[in-house]
Every structure is written in C-alpha cells, then in structure tokens.
Nanobody, 124 residues
Framework: QVQLVESGGGLVQAGGSLRLFCAAS????????MAWFRQAPGKERECVAA????????YYGDSGQGRFTISRDNVKNTVYLQMDSPKPEGTAVYYC????WGIGKKRDTDYDNWGQGNQVTVSS
C-alpha cells in the first residue's frame, strides 16, 4: 500500500497563507481520487476538499470554499492544499487520503488510505 506523508503544516496567522503537501511513495497516485480532511479537538473529521483522479475538483467544504484550493501533480506524485486567509476555527489536524475508485467523494469512509496527519494552528 502506498504511504502518504503530509507536510507543510504549522502555525499561521489568520489572513495569511499556508500550503500543505501530501507526497506518496510506493506507487503512483494518478488513478486515485484524493482528498483533504481535518479534525479539530472534540469534533468529527470533516472533508475540506476532494478531487477525482483526473484533477477535477468534486467538493469544497463550507469552511474552505473560496479560500482553499486542492490540486495535484501526478508527475511529482503529490497533492496540495493551498490555504489562503485561514481562520482560527481552522485549527486542526489535516489529513490527506486516497480513494481507489477515483470518484472523489466527501465521506471519510470512502477513503482507503490515510496519511499520518499534520497539525495546522491558525492564530488570531
């Protein structure tokens, strides 16, 4: 199974920018749908953004609509989440995940393989 490794998290000020990376090793991601999820303390995990294997974006959550951008580079075998103007309520552990059917759904149960998570803290 491919290993997904997130990076790029850390501390960011509200209104700033942060880019998360999800690098895969072991095989190509090109035929898989990919998504970013997040989980804040005491809250359920929620989908931030999802995209099909083709690169078509299928979903943005309300929390990131208009401010977050999911993208992928199949040559680099990497998926990105560009976070512009994040808000303090966006403080959470962010996960990337892959879905074998390539569809790009928003339910976490549809995803087969997960990264280890990366903490993002948004200060006010």
């Amino acid at each position: 199974q491919v290993q997904l490794v997130e990076s790029g998290g850390g501390l960011v000020q509200a209104g700033g920018s942060l880019r998360l990376f999800c690098a895969a090793s072991g095989r190509t991601l090109s035929s898989y749908a990919m998504a970013w999820f997040r989980q804040a303390p005491g809250k359920e995990r929620e989908c931030v953004a999802a995209m099909r294997w083709s690169g078509t974006v299928t979903y943005y959550g309300d929390s990131g609509q208009g401010r977050f951008t999911i993208s992928r580079d199949n040559v680099k075998n990497t998926v990105y989440l560009q976070m512009d103007s994040p808000k303090p309520e966006g403080t959470a552990v962010y996960y990337c995940a892959e879905e074998q059917w390539g569809i790009g759904k928003k339910r976490d149960t549809d995803y087969d393989n997960w990264g280890q998570g990366n903490q993002v803290t948004v200060s006010s």
